[in-house]
């Protein structure tokens, strides 16, 4: 026999369930809200490209409004306009408060990939794009400025999963018009500086810039002090200079020295609030490729 509690329940139970026929309620789905791409652009430019002793640097920085700003007040401009000091204070303020990559390939590394691509342009664009893909991994931006240089596809190829859905303007001389080329430009330019005055402490005496006959008597000092197989470490053996510096039957690729210590280059990727000061072959920032 039910009671009438039990009888109670029934009917609660019975009121509460849907009419047949009729499904509960669905939830709609949220709409996915489309992110837009941050403001602004990156810039790209390089330094080092025409000096026999030194690295190949690329730096790029993104510009926003904000710090289009700050970039005009700081009169950033060409760094083949402006000298070493300048551009070592110009250096601080950029890295502080912009968001920048800085790729650095040694002379060793550099004389490994040359002599893998056989190309300059081709290792070039390699850089460029790695600082390119260095700063999208940090902010979603759309569009990226560079100097021009050989063919426009070069930096096109060696663009990765997120370099490809930008879009790449190259324009020659592009750092003379260009504040964040331009801005890019000082960030190469100062990182070289630091490698050459690195590299002249090890040569114990300071090492000229630049590809003139001075350089060369800088070299064979080099080759007379380390021997010739230590400039390998110091300069770029593809150029003329070597087959004046020294003599080699070989070519300058004895030179040449495999080894996972220099199968790729060393890079920096860091922005406002890192606190950090470039290394020797240091890694920084979410792109590590050394």
Not at 11 to 36: F, L, V
Not at 46 to 61: A, H, N, Q, R, T
Not at 161 to 179: C, F, H, S, V, W
Not at 228 to 236: I, Q, S
């Amino acid at each position: 026999m039910n009671t009438s509690k039990e009888s109670n329940r029934s009917k609660t139970t019975r009121a509460d369930r849907p009419p047949r026929g009729h499904s509960k309620a669905q939830k709609k789905p949220k709409a996915k809200t489309q992110r837009q791409p941050a403001p602004g652009w990156i810039g790209t430019d390089e330094s080092g490209k025409g000096d026999y002793f030194g690295p190949l640097v690329i730096g790029g920085v993104y510009v926003t409004p904000k710090t289009q700003g700050l970039l005009s007040n700081l009169k950033v401009r060409d760094s083949k306009k402006i000298s070493d000091n300048v551009i070592k204070d110009l250096d601080f303020h950029i890295r502080s408060h912009c968001i920048y990559s800085v790729v650095v390939i040694g002379p060793d590394k550099y004389n490994l990939l040359y002599n893998k691509m056989k190309n300059l342009n081709k290792l070039l664009a390699w850089g460029h794009a790695r600082v390119i893909e260095n700063i999208l991994l940090r902010v979603d931006c759309r569009k990226a400025i560079s100097d021009q240089f050989g063919s426009e596809g070069f930096i096109q190829n060696a663009l990765m999963k997120l370099g490809k859905k930008i879009e790449l303007i190259q324009t020659p001389r592009a750092e003379e018009a260009d504040l964040g080329v331009a801005a890019g430009s000082i960030l190469a330019r100062a990182e070289f500086v630091r490698r050459m005055e690195r590299l002249s402490q090890e040569c114990g005496f300071e090492l000229p810039k630049g590809a003139s006959e001075n350089v060369n008597q800088a070299a064979r000092q080099v080759a007379e002090k380390m021997g010739t197989d230590a400039l390998n470490r110091f300069v770029k053996l593809h150029f003329k200079n070597t087959t004046k510096v020294v003599q080699n039957p070989s070519g300058p690729e004895s030179f040449q020295r495999a080894g996972p210590t220099i199968d790729i280059p060393s890079t920096q990727s860091i922005g406002p609030g890192d606190n950090q000061t470039p290394s020797e072959d240091s890694e920084r920032g979410p792109f590590p490729v050394h």
